[in-house]
Structure formats: C-alpha cells, structure tokens
C-alpha cells in the first residue's frame, strides 16, 4: 500500500511536468472570417497556444481578366495591439485604402467577369512561422467592401 500511495505521489508531480515539457512553446492561431460591413471586413482572431501571436494583414486577390491583388490592413492598430495573448479571442477590422477601393469599384461595373474572390489573412507565430488563412469571399461581400465607412 506504502509503494502504490509513493507511487501516485511521484506521478501527480511527474505528469503535469511531462506534459508541459510536450507542449510547444507557441502561439496556435485560428483566424475566422465574420463578415463585411461598411468597407471593413470584420474577423476574429483565437490563439489556443501558451505564447503570442499577431495579425499581419491581409490580401484581396481576384482575377478580373487580369490577375489583382489589392492590399488590406488592420484597422487602427497601435505598434503591440495587434497580438493575440495566450488563450484568448480578439476582433479585428481589416480595411482597405481609397486606392483599392477605387480598384474595388472598377471591377464592380464587371461583377459578373469576376473569378474567385479570395482573402488572405497573414499572421505570425510566437516562433516566427508564418501563416496565411484563405477565405472564398462571395460577390456581395466584394459589393460591400466598396460601401462608405
């Protein structure tokens, strides 16, 4: 009985520091595309790792005939607030500037010549390891993203 009760004694202190040790130090991240509102696309980004993690920015890429790819950033971010702690859940604004929103409305007069509508969403690991998330965008939410802020 004096062995069995050492014996769980040992091991209620043994697993958890083996478990820790086989866990990564890292950021795990999922980035969820929500929707489109006022010209910004709005996103929700989890981390389920044990270290940070950020949002870069992202990309729309389409192909209208000719291949573009017209850059997003993340809304009013601050140098450090667009990391994502440990175990948490942040939303995030992606915009696009007047440039793209001129490219946006271009490409509107010819909505139906439009191929796949893709957004790429970049983001970085606690450990420095890219990550790109790719979302099919459909018609009407590339409609939306030309609508005033």
Do not use: C, W
């Not at 489109?36 to 929700?44: C, D, K, L, S, T």
């Not at 010549?113 to 970085?124: A, G, K, M, P």
């Amino acid at each position: 009985m004096a062995l069995l009760v050492a014996l769980i004694s040992v091991l209620s202190f043994a697993i958890p520091a083996i478990k820790n040790s086989l866990t990564a130090e890292n950021s795990v991240l999922h980035v969820n595309y929500s929707f489109v509102y006022g010209g910004h696309i709005m996103m929700i980004v989890s981390n389920s790792g044990t270290k940070p993690g950020h949002i870069i920015n992202g990309l729309i890429s389409y192909n209208n005939g000719a291949q573009k790819n017209i850059n997003v950033q993340v809304v009013g971010v601050a140098a450090g607030e667009n990391y994502i702690a440990q175990g948490s859940s942040k939303e995030f604004q992606l915009f696009i500037d007047d440039d793209g929103k001129r490219e946006i409305q271009n490409d509107l007069r010819n909505l139906n010549n439009l191929s796949e509508i893709i957004l790429l969403v970049n983001v970085i690991n606690f450990n420095g390891k890219r990550e790109t998330y790719k979302y099919k965008l459909e018609k009407a939410d590339f409609v939306k993203l030309n609508e005033a802020e």
